[in-house]
């Protein structure tokens, strides 16, 4: 999702209406040029005010006895408690790097129900991981061969002349040993019991009734196997159909690199009654996605800074030298808690406007697939799957009509030339020394017309551009960019998706089908679960120094998670883009009601703003009871209703339109807020895609 730096324009006085420039809390019973309203406020900004129950629930951990000293492996609540945050305000966040910060109107008080699970359900707990797993360690001349991450703990290094790889038998995922032990770690892992975590997501959604947990509400499980008889060294394995590749087959969930310490988030098939859960697993072995394994390194991406991990539980309480020395466990968990499981996962904020084009919002998307094929490339139904694209982007929002188109273009000439210039990442401009954007202006020109005559050719719909480079060159120097998704540079306003394929990439695994599903869940809001927001800090952070250890966040049932775990949009990022909606199709029905009243046709449209102000009375009541799809698909019927009794009335309802307000801006705009980095910085900034230290984890054995 890197985002081109243009300069800053004012945006129309009806956008910023329609958009949030006014952060107002409709009032109950406003009494309106439209008779009296209960939830509809003309011009106003909606917002809806949620307590949200989050549950806590400690298996495996004991709290600390009464006067007694928290031991650093100690879960204590109150310590914890001081990590986590009151309330949270989503943003839109790449439109607020423009300017103020821009509301969405999803506004949440949590309310922490802290639960310690009884022994008798931390027995059946762990006695199902026990029966519902399988050891994959073995011992071969002395040496225990473990999964990737657990052989670099025990040597704590990545040197292969100390961390040998074999294959058993017709086995595809190999195994690691460690030659020379570290004398460093508090204890060498001798084992890698693999249990599915998706099994291990549902068992607790479905027992957590025993100790009157409600995993319809938001639920974090800490589960901590440690110190038990029947401990087991353990990870949590992914091999199931939703790991494989679309296009190429490549099964990432085989991969060594993709055994981890957390999941949850897998949707559920009725959304009225969703499950919410996320377990999170100290004890497990480390894993390789957040470098849990290095316990001796401080700087782990070379920029200089400290970088927080989360090491084993029985790191934590030792004397030796680790990045785990003079560290509570309550603290750790508390800050994972609050930067994964609040901010990335359960209220996350939206990475650009859900509107896309208010106050019209759209009624018809179609995914609009433009493949630039190059000569000798790999042939294009090899690696693109039109319909299934569009129809996981379609979940995000299912009260509309969708389609899809795909043309292709020789990737040569002028398009060769510009495509060019989007590498090597990062580089001088050489293509376009006047703009602000250093890699790709000269392509965005010539997208640009090309995305004003589709509007005119098919006007009615809203067209997703989905560019797809399909480069034959294996000298192309990519070095692992799968997408972007540009915005214009002007106003955060999304503009377009850019998805690369090599000869290097398609080798690694990689077609076009997932990652335009993933670059088109940015353009329609989705952010990463490893970047985002801390509303109350007014930070905004990626897996870098001190948050580091928020690549725990791509543990979860999303394709916006970087491990190709996942094909489909999981529970969170459908709660959260129907909590969007629901918001937005209210705040653009009041947009709508400004216009109306401008217009002077207040009595034409009057009798359907009092029946759609009652519909999204019923929006607001099934958002309460976190039935958001409901909520949503209520608000949508609710705007529909207003939209088309004000254009039958003759008021003129516009959409913003980026590709009409775009001009030439220069270098003097750049906005300095923007890094190059993923450290936690003070308000809304643009960032690369990714490091490369994402990137070497994406492409991870």
Same mark, same amino acid.
Request: no cysteine.
């Given at each position: 999702m890197h985002? !081109?730096?243009? /300069? +800053?324009?004012?945006? #129309?006085a009806s956008l910023l209406a329609a958009c949030g420039s006014n952060p107002s809390q409709p009032a109950p019973g406003t009494d309106t040029a439209f008779g009296r309203l209960n939830t509809l406020n003309p011009g106003a900004q909606a917002s809806i005010d949620q307590k949200l !129950?989050?549950? +806590?629930?400690?298996? /495996?951990?004991r709290p600390? #006895? =009464? /006067? &007694?000293?928290?031991? =650093?492996?100690d879960l204590n609540f109150d310590t914890m408690k001081q990590e986590l945050p009151a309330t949270y305000q989503t943003i839109n966040r790449y439109p607020s790097f423009y300017g103020n910060n821009e509301l969405t109107g999803n506004n949440f008080e949590f309310d922490y129900n802290f639960v310690s699970a009884s022994a008798a359900f931390e027995d059946e707990f762990f006695k199902f991981l026990t029966d519902n797993g399988s050891e994959q360690a073995i011992v071969q001349d002395g040496v225990t061969y473990l999964n990737i991450s657990s052989a670099y703990y025990n040597c704590q290094t990545t040197n292969s002349a100390v961390v040998k790889r074999i294959y058993v038998g017709e086995e595809e995922t190999p195994l690691y040993g460690c030659l020379q032990p570290a004398g460093n770690v508090a204890r060498q892992?001798?084992?890698?019991?693999?249990v599915d975590g998706e099994k291990v997501e549902q068992w607790l959604a479905g027992n957590a009734g025993k100790i009157g947990v409600d995993t319809t509400e938001h639920t974090i499980f800490l589960i901590n196997w440690y110190g038990r008889p029947d401990f087991k060294f353990h990870s949590y394995t992914h091999e199931r159909a939703d790991s494989i590749e679309t296009d190429t087959g490549e099964d990432f969930g085989a991969r060594s690199s993709r055994r981890t310490v957390a999941w949850g988030g897998t949707p559920s098939p009725d959304q009225n009654n969703a499950r919410r859960v996320w377990f999170y697993d100290q004890s497990a072995n480390p894993d390789y996605w957040t470098d849990a394994w290095n316990i001796s390194s401080g700087d782990l991406d070379g920029d200089g800074f400290y970088d927080k991990r989360m090491p084993p539980i029985w790191e934590y309480g030792t004397r030796k030298a680790s990045a785990a020395y003079a560290e509570k466990i309550s603290k750790d968990l508390g800050l994972v808690t609050r930067y994964v499981g609040i901010n990335l996962l359960f209220t996350p904020s939206a990475l650009y406007r859900v509107a896309l084009t208010p106050p019209d919002m759209p009624e018809h998307i179609n995914v609009d697939f433009a493949l630039e094929q190059g000569a000798g490339a790999v042939p294009s139904a090899n690696v693109i799957q039109p319909q299934v694209a569009q129809e996981r982007l379609s979940v995000l929002n299912p009260f509309v009509q969708w389609s899809n188109s795909l043309r292709t273009t020789a990737l040569d000439g002028d398009l060769a030339d510009a495509y060019r210039c989007f590498f090597p990442l990062p580089t001088d401009d050489a293509c376009s020394p006047d703009y602000a954007d250093p890699d790709g202006e000269r392509f965005f020109q010539l997208a640009l017309q090309e995305i004003r005559a589709r509007a005119a050719q098919t006007p009615g719909q809203y067209n997703l551009p989905t560019y797809l480079f399909n480069d034959s060159d294996p000298e192309t120097p990519n070095f692992g960019l799968l997408g972007q998704a540009v915005n214009?540079?002007?106003? /955060?306003?999304q503009t377009m998706t850019?998805?690369? $394929?090599? =000869?290097? $990439?398609?080798g690694l695994g990689y077609g076009f089908t997932d990652t335009a599903v993933h670059e088109g869940g940015h353009h329609l809001s989705q952010s990463h679960p490893h970047d985002g927001y801390d509303s109350e800090r007014n930070e905004d952070y990626g897996p870098s120094g001190d948050t580091w250890f928020v690549n725990t966040g791509d543990e979860v049932h999303s394709v916006m998670s970087y491990n190709n775990l996942a094909k489909v949009f999981g529970q969170f990022n459908r709660d959260a883009q129907y909590r969007y909606l629901t918001t937005a199709y209210m705040t653009n029905t009041n947009a709508i009601l400004t216009l109306t009243q401008n217009a002077g046709k207040v009595d034409g449209v009057r009798s359907a703003v009092q029946g759609a102000d009652q519909t999204f009375q019923s929006a607001v009541n099934a958002y309460q009871?976190? &039935?958001y799809q409901r909520a949503a698909q209520l608000a949508h019927s609710g705007y529909r209703a207003v939209l088309d009794a004000a254009r039958a009335a003759g008021v003129s309802v516009e959409g913003? !339109?980026?590709?009409?307000?775009?001009?030439?801006?220069?270098? &003097?705009?750049v906005k300095a807020r923007a890094v190059n980095h993923m450290r936690p910085v003070q308000g809304p900034t643009q960032r690369p895609e990714e490091t490369p230290a994402l990137r070497a984890k994406r492409l991870a054995p």
């Open positions: 985002m !081109k730096h243009f /300069g +800053i324009a004012l945006l #129309s !129950k989050v549950n +806590i629930v400690s298996i /495996g951990y600390t #006895s =009464p /006067g &007694q000293v928290v031991g =650093p492996r892992i001798t084992g890698n019991y693999e214009d540079g002007v106003t /955060g306003t850019l998805n690369f $394929l090599t =000869p290097d $990439l398609n009871n976190r &039935q913003y !339109k980026w590709y009409d307000r775009v001009d030439a801006l220069n270098t &003097q705009n």
